[in-house]
T-cell receptor, first 114, second 117 residues
Framework: EAQVTQNPRYLITVTGKKLTVTCSQN?????MSWYRQDPGLGLRQIYY???????DKGDVPEGYKVSRKEKRNFPLILESPSPNQTSLYFC?????????????FGSGTRLTVV | AQSVSQHNHHVILSEAASLELGCNYS??????LFWYVQYPGQHLQLLLK??????LVKGIKGFEAEFIKSKFSFNLRKPSVQWSDTAEYFC???????????????FGQGTTLQVKP
């Protein structure tokens, strides 16, 4: 089944403790992206990747890192999480960077930083 | 900067009522337009999309949307809603194809639709 897999689905952590949210897609998509969803704000892009080894900042990149060493994986790294990063996170992929095909979204990761 | 505005934040309808959710965007160039639906506790799923051609686009589950370029709008419609349509709906815009296109989808704030049985 074609899908984007995120792990974990739920995560509670403490301020300052490094964490990684994994994202993997099995559709050979070139384009991958991370969004965060907050009430009243919709979805905002954190980082994106047009292809392997090509990543760039989205609208809200502060406090996050990403890497794209393989085509299928695009992990999101929070080096020192803070409470304002409590949010619902979605990984998404698309066949190409023009997003003409629309995104396929993962199931989401609900992160709470205390 | 581009922006997407959804006018209705929370809509409550009875079953069989007609639905129209407003969406306006700010980008003046060529755009690709999308509507996504998020059922409670689930991820976003694509309802429909517009790239070019017929401005009236039909999607899944009886939804349709009309692109009106002069109004920068892409409103979502359904003639008769069902209880199972209860969800959050997001309009999204992407710049048209070109060297400057980063592939980013810009989302509206979302509209929560509650359908009463």
């Amino acid at each position: 089944e074609a899908q984007v897999t995120q792990n974990p689905r739920y995560l509670i952590t403490v301020t300052g403790k490094k964490l990684t949210v994994t994202c993997s897609q099995n559709m050979n998509h070139e384009y991958m992206s991370w969004y965060r969803q907050d009430p009243g704000l919709g979805l905002r892009q954190i980082y994106y990747s047009m292809n392997v080894e090509v990543t760039d900042k989205g609208d809200v990149p502060e406090g996050y890192k990403v890497s794209r060493k393989e085509k299928r994986n695009f992990p999101l790294i929070l080096e020192s999480p803070s409470p304002n990063q409590t949010s619902l996170y979605f990984c998404a992929s698309s066949l190409s960077g023009t997003a003409n095909y629309g995104y396929t979204f993962g199931s989401g990761t609900r992160l709470t930083v205390v | 900067a581009q922006s997407v505005s959804q006018h209705n934040h929370h809509v409550i309808l009875s079953e069989a009522a007609s639905l129209e959710l407003g969406c306006n965007y700010s980008y003046g160039g060529t755009v690709n337009l999308f509507w996504y639906v998020q059922y409670p506790g689930q991820h976003l799923q694509l309802l429909l999309k517009y790239f070019s051609g017929d401005p009236l686009v039909k999607g899944i589950k009886g939804f349709e949307a009309e692109f009106i370029k002069s109004k920068f709008s892409f409103n979502l419609r359904k003639p008769s809603v069902q209880w199972s349509d209860t969800a959050e709906y997001f309009c999204a815009v992407n710049e048209g194809a070109g060297s400057s296109n980063t592939g980013k989808l810009i989302f509206g704030q979302g509209t929560t639709l509650q359908v009463k049985p």
